[in-house]
């Protein structure tokens, strides 16, 4: 290992976690972080998954204005997490944890900023440190997939939808060469993330996550290969699959 790989090892960095989001395609009673796996809820192991990490120290949690879960959790008084308002989009969410981040740092140019989804509880901690190394690349990047099945390009059918006729049929097969699924962490110069967001924010453009904001101020974001099973719990049945990935690596509720 050379000295700044040794270095780069022990440098500590905040993790960001937009908790906002109501998770409507779960249709659950509450928000989907808030639904229970194997004796927890699913922000409290994504969280937990994160500050377990040896080189994250701080974790700062943007949550709605409304939330009524929360407070009520365990986790909530935890001395490295820190709660902020969280926004309408997940971009206004990440800023607002940024902006919190730049006001209590002692040197927000040096800062780098680890992105996370709530709901992500299966994160393995090597793909953490991976992409950890990029502050030597002094770019960011993200965790990604490769795309391993065929692609196909839908389109809406001139057809009249009705229960038993589908409305999308296919238009094309995209070549899957280079083509991956993007993951998180997703982790960037904290500044240089702040700058893209904002200035994304104020233009109205479309941005999906970390790296398309940086993306759309023609910045370098780097691909590091994670787990495929790093699943983020979209659908209901996605929380079988996360227990499946949790029960194997022998997690079970503390």
Same mark, same amino acid.
């Given at each position: 290992? #050379?000295?700044?790989?040794?270095?780069?090892?022990?440098?500590?960095?905040?993790? *960001?976690?937009?908790?906002?989001?109501?998770?409507?395609?779960?249709?659950? &009673?509450?928000?989907?972080?808030?639904?229970?796996?194997?004796?927890?809820?699913?922000?409290?192991?994504?969280?937990? &998954?994160?500050?377990?990490?040896?080189? *994250?120290?701080? !974790? *700062?949690?943007?949550?709605?204005?409304?939330?009524?879960?929360?407070?009520?959790?365990?986790?909530?008084?935890?001395?490295? =997490?820190?709660?902020?308002?969280?926004?309408?989009?997940?971009?206004?969410?990440?800023?607002?944890? %940024?902006?919190? =981040?730049?006001?209590?740092?002692?040197?927000?140019?040096?800062?780098? &900023? %680890?992105?996370?989804?709530?709901?992500?509880?299966?994160?393995?901690?090597?793909?953490?440190?991976? %992409?950890?190394?990029?502050?030597?690349?002094?770019?960011?990047?993200?965790? &990604?997939?490769? +795309?391993?099945?065929?692609?196909?390009?839908?389109?809406?059918?001139?057809?009249?939808? #009705?229960?038993?006729?589908?409305?999308?049929?296919?238009?094309? #097969? +995209?070549?899957?060469?280079?083509?991956? $699924?993007?993951?998180?962490?997703?982790?960037?110069?904290?500044?240089?993330?702040?700058?893209?967001?904002?200035?994304?924010?104020?233009?109205? %453009?479309? !941005? #999906?996550?970390?790296?398309?904001?940086?993306?759309?101020?023609?910045?370098? +974001? $780097?691909?590091?290969?994670?787990?495929?099973?790093?699943?983020? +719990?979209?659908?209901?049945?996605?929380?079988?699959?996360?227990?499946?990935?949790?029960?194997?690596?022998?997690?079970?509720?503390?």
């Amino acid at each position: 290992m #050379t000295t700044t790989q040794s270095a780069n090892s022990r440098r500590q960095f905040y993790a *960001i976690v937009p908790a906002a989001g109501v998770g409507k395609r779960m249709k659950a &009673a509450c928000p989907k972080q808030y639904l229970p796996l194997l004796g927890k809820t699913l922000i409290e192991w994504t969280l937990e &998954a994160l500050i377990s990490h040896p080189q *994250i120290h701080h !974790i *700062i949690l943007p949550i709605s204005p409304q939330d009524e879960y929360f407070a009520d959790l365990p986790i909530a008084s935890a001395p490295w =997490l820190t709660t902020v308002p969280g926004g309408k989009e997940r971009a206004d969410s990440v800023l607002s944890g %940024l902006s919190w =981040l730049k006001s209590h740092s002692a040197d927000f140019k040096k800062e780098w &900023a %680890l992105v996370h989804d709530a709901a992500r509880p299966c994160v393995n901690p090597t793909d953490i440190s991976a %992409l950890l190394q990029l502050t030597q690349t002094g770019h960011g990047g993200i965790l &990604a997939s490769p +795309v391993r099945d065929t692609m196909k390009r839908g389109v809406e059918s001139s057809t009249t939808k #009705t229960a038993s006729m589908p409305s999308l049929h296919v238009d094309h #097969t +995209v070549d899957r060469t280079n083509l991956w $699924h993007a993951l998180t962490p997703q982790f960037f110069p904290a500044e240089a993330l702040y700058n893209a967001l904002a200035q994304g924010l104020s233009q109205s %453009l479309n !941005i #999906t996550d970390e790296a398309s904001a940086i993306e759309l101020q023609q910045g370098k +974001v $780097h691909i590091v290969e994670g787990c495929a099973s790093n699943i983020k +719990v979209t659908h209901p049945h996605d929380l079988q699959l996360a227990e499946f990935y949790l029960k194997s690596r022998g997690e079970n509720a503390s």
